[in-house]
């Protein structure tokens, strides 16, 4: 008979039949009991369904092959050998009222193997589904960790939903999503690890990306003493305003047909952006080190004979400008959302973000995410051809206001020593990252002259939305054991400073072939804490993060 977790990384794509987690039948019985006694905790609207101590055999191959972010295939593979894991897995099932179950994962290793900490993760676009491959590199790590499906159950393929948001209708399962879920999976997994050790962790830290950054967002701002370090990566905290400034360019791409601009275009216009960019920090390298240096101009792009996939005509120059300007109030002047950052041209979701096509996922040219829970099932793209940018946009966002996670006050967080380390790739058209520096730099005004030592934000060249990217986009931003020195795993860095007060500095970036750490290593790059950006020193070379050095920028 397969196993529930089994069948689980059989779904998550972690495991083959050949290769099943099993029950240790030959363990210490002691260890057996002290996992599965778990069970009796379950008190009130928290059941534990399962606690058990299993063995998980996982090759390099089956990480490799299922990963987004393929981490501890480069350790595993070495010799083709199987490393095997031994721990306690505990499912969880919250129910904070009728009908919105929240399901978690706790996953611990034996107490020998325990860091002592504590690690919540985060998920992606409209989770609906626990992220196994993030519990396993916690895992790896020596966490005590744990994941959630945030109690939106979409269901199926989950990421692949292009109407998965519309779950948001039902006001419960939109609460869990906003800031239950991941509140309730923290307190209950606490509990679960107080039990199985016998004792509290130390330290809490909590590291999410996109919908992730989000959870992170709601954690730092709703439950300021649920985590002492947080890494809040590419955050899902303005969706309203990105919900509008995606109609905004909607608007913008089909005010006629020939405002339209399509993908085969893309390309050309990435190579405009690095002409006009690349060199403007001192050295050619197919990377922006700073978009806001660059004042990116698609009009010298404009045809000058026939249209072609190498030329923008004058309607598309138009569209372009509006998207990369952002969108303001009319009136005011006052922005809503800044747009697309110059480098981000390449990505899948710019497909949708310019060409307004579909790439199979919840970023959708019809849809608008969460905002379609205050502008209704029944909302078409069309109506912001039309839609007043003053007062519906004023409108709009008040009514989102309370879906949102983007208060900017996070003094309850830092005055109770909380450390927070937000991060994004420049390449991002999913988040535009002026919006995320936006936040970073307002938040930043309430903390004040303790800034330093609470706060820290890396943005890195030529990563795209989470990662991957033509930049060198590895450092240890997830969870993810492929090497745990602070200077290129941002968690260590978290772990570090939380636990030992070591702040983080610059952190060092790798480009591996084909993205998969078991392949050469193409180029290092320093990530700078922001403000500061990567300068060549101009003899070195430049895929080595040795001949570069954090500096300040010109004032722009």
Known sequence: MTSTLTKGLLTAGLLTSAAPIAALAAADPAAVKQCESLTAISKGDVKITMARLVEQPMTARQLQDSASHPSAANKLDKGGKTTKQTFCRVEVTITPVPGADIKSEVWMPLKDKWNGRFLGTGNGSSAGQIQYKTLLEGLNMGYAVTNTDVGTHTGGPGYADPESFRFGFNPELRTNYVWRGIHLMTTSAKQVVQAYYGKAHEKALFVGCSTGGGEAGAELQRFPEDYDGIIMGSPGIYFGQLGLFQGYAYAATHQTPAHTIPREKLPGLAAEVLRQCDALDGVKDGLIENPRACKFDPAPMTCKGADSNACMTPPQVEALKKIYGGLHNPRTKEVIYYGLQPGVELADATRVRISQESIGSVINPTLFGPLAWVLGPDWKADNFKTFDWDKGSDEVLKKFEEFGNNKTNILPFTNRGGKLIMWAGWGDPNFPEYNTARY???????????????????????????????????????????????????????????????????MIATKFADDKENKPVLRTRPVCPYPKI??????????????????TPPQE
């Open 440 to 506: 970073y730099e307002e938040a930043g005004e309430f903390v004040g002259a303790q800034k330093d030592q609470s706060m820290r934000m890396y943005l890195a060249p030529g990563v795209y939305h989470c990662g991957g990217g033509p930049g060198p986009n590895q450092f240890g931003q997830a969870p993810n054991d492929f090497d745990m020195s602070p200077e290129k795993n941002l968690v260590v860095a978290l772990d570090q400073w939380v636990s030992k007060g070591v702040a983080p500095q610059a």
């Open 534 to 551: 990567a300068k060549w020193d101009g003899k070195g070379s430049i895929d080595d993060h040795k001949s570069f050095a954090c500096v």
